[in-house]
C-alpha cells in the first residue's frame, strides 16, 4: 500500500520560521484520509511552540487545496520530534539557513570550522541556542528542543577554548 499523495502536500509545506518543509524538518508524523475527514499528526520541535498556529493554518490551507470539502483534524503530538528526525535535505536546508542540529558534529554552517562556541543559553527563541564561529566571526543557532542536549563546545562566557 502505497502513503497518501496528501502526505507530500503536508511534507511540502514550509515551515514559518525557518525555510524548509515539514516532512525535511522532521515534523511530520502521519497524514491518514478516512471518507471526508484528513487527520494530520505533527510532532512540534517545542511543545510550546509560538509557529503552531500558523503551521496548522498553512496546512489545512495546503489539504484544503488538494482535497476540497474534506474535514481536517491537526493532532499534535507530545514530545515526539527529535533532532534526529530531521532528514539529509533538512540538514541541508538548515545549513543555507545558518543552523546546525543539536547532535550534529560542532561546525559553523558557513565555513565549516569547527572552531565555535556557545555563546548563551538561548537564542532568538527557547528551541535555538546561540553560538559564535571564531574562524569567522559569524553567529548562528544550533535548533533543538530545550531539553536536548545541545553540541559540546565550551561556553564563551567561561573563556573556554
Do not use: N
Not at 8 to 28: K, M, N, Q, S, T
Not at 49 to 62: K, L, T, Y
Not at 96 to 114: I, N
Not at 126 to 135: L, Q
Amino acid at each position: 500500500m502505497s502513503p497518501d499523495p496528501l502526505t507530500g502536500v503536508v511534507a511540502a509545506v514550509r515551515d514559518p520560521e525557518i525555510d524548509v518543509g515539514l516532512g525535511d524538518l522532521g515534523v511530520v508524523r502521519s497524514v491518514s484520509r478516512t471518507g471526508a475527514r484528513i487527520v494530520v499528526r505533527l510532532a512540534p520541535t517545542r511543545l510550546s511552540c509560538p509557529a503552531r498556529g500558523e503551521i496548522a493554518r498553512r496546512v489545512r490551507s495546503a489539504l484544503t487545496d488538494a482535497a476540497p470539502g474534506h474535514g481536517i483534524e491537526i493532532v499534535w503530538e507530545r514530545g515526539a520530534w527529535q533532532p534526529a528526525s530531521v532528514t539529509s535535505a533538512g540538514h541541508d536546508a538548515l545549513r543555507t539557513a545558518g543552523y546546525r542540529v543539536a547532535g550534529t558534529a560542532a561546525r559553523c554552517p558557513y565555513c565549516a570550522s569547527d572552531d565555535v562556541a556557545r555563546a548563551g543559553r538561548f537564542g532568538g527563541a527557547v528551541c535555538k541556542v546561540p553560538y559564535d564561529c571564531r574562524a569567522c566571526g559569524s553567529p548562528f543557532d544550533v535548533i533543538g528542543t530545550a531539553g536536548c542536549a545541545v553540541l559540546p563546545v565550551p561556553d564563551v562566557r567561561q573563556g573556554g577554548s
